[in-house]
T-cell receptor, first 109, second 116 residues
Framework: ELKVEQNPLFLSMQEGKNYTIYCNYSTTSDRLYWYRQDPGKSLESLFVLLSNGAVKQEGRLMASLDTKARLSTLHITAAVHDLSATYFC?????????FGAGTRLTVKP | NAGVTQTPKFQVLKTGQSMTLQCAQDMNHNSMYWYRQDPGMGLRLIYYSASEGTTDKGEVPNGYNVSRLNKREFSLRLESAAPSQTSVYFCASIRAGTGGISSGYTFGSGTRLTVV
């Protein structure tokens, strides 16, 4: 059974600092997604990673995928308050997509 | 606006009552999904419909039924609500094929359900 583990589950960081969120999964998969969720809101797609070594960047966020290690990272560069949200990774195929528990990120001034 | 529309946004039920959550998408997507979100557990798949006319169980189907009414609409029914079904429910859809894979799921805004 596919299991997805994210860490850390809670992350409090200062503005301007860098940090990385990790997403480990237990079986091979053909895709990995990162989503953002603001409190009380729906999930917004951030990145889709489809192949080993894939790297995607959008603003201060960069996601990468290592399929051999079954690991994806979401790197935050010079955090700003607007990045405060919960971040989920999701792994699998269309009909069996498993989500991590989420990382609640708080960026403090 | 194009997207996934869920109704209602909020609902309080008494134990044993029934209700149907509605979901409609206007993006001509083939596949539709119902997830529940509980604190600290991410999203878990309840049921999905890979295409019009088909439905299948996901990770946590017990206590739920679904109907894929047509290509646009996918409803989730709770026949006899229990407090354990208190959760936030999300409907999602995705286009079939490589185009869908590369763009990912589109989620509705969610239904916050409380069963007392």
């Amino acid at each position: 059974e596919l299991k997805v583990e994210q860490n850390p589950l809670f992350l409090s960081m200062q503005e301007g600092k860098n940090y990385t969120i990790y997403c480990n999964y237990s079986t091979t998969s053909d895709r990995l997604y990162w989503y953002r969720q603001d409190p009380g809101k729906s999930l917004e797609s951030l990145f889709v990673l489809l192949s080993n070594g894939a790297v995607k960047q959008e603003g201060r966020l960069m996601a990468s995928l290592d399929t051999k290690a079954r690991l994806s990272t979401l790197h935050i560069t010079a955090a700003v308050h607007d990045l405060s949200a919960t971040y989920f990774c999701a792994v699998g195929n269309n009909n069996d997509m498993r989500f991590g528990a989420g990382t609640r990120l708080t960026v403090k001034p | 606006n194009a997207g996934v529309t869920q109704t209602p946004k909020f609902q309080v039920l008494k134990t044993g009552q029934s209700m149907t959550l509605q979901c409609a998408q206007d993006m001509n997507h083939n596949s539709m999904y119902w997830y529940r979100q509980d604190p600290g557990m991410g999203l878990r798949l309840i049921y999905y419909s890979a295409s019009e006319g088909t439905t299948d169980k996901g990770e946590v189907p017990n206590g739920y039924n679904v109907s894929r009414l047509n290509k646009r609409e996918f409803s989730l029914r709770l026949e006899s609500a229990a407090p354990s079904q208190t959760s936030v429910y999300f409907c999602a859809s995705i286009r079939a094929g490589t185009g869908g894979i590369s763009s990912g799921y589109t989620f509705g805004s969610g239904t916050r359900l409380t069963v007392v």
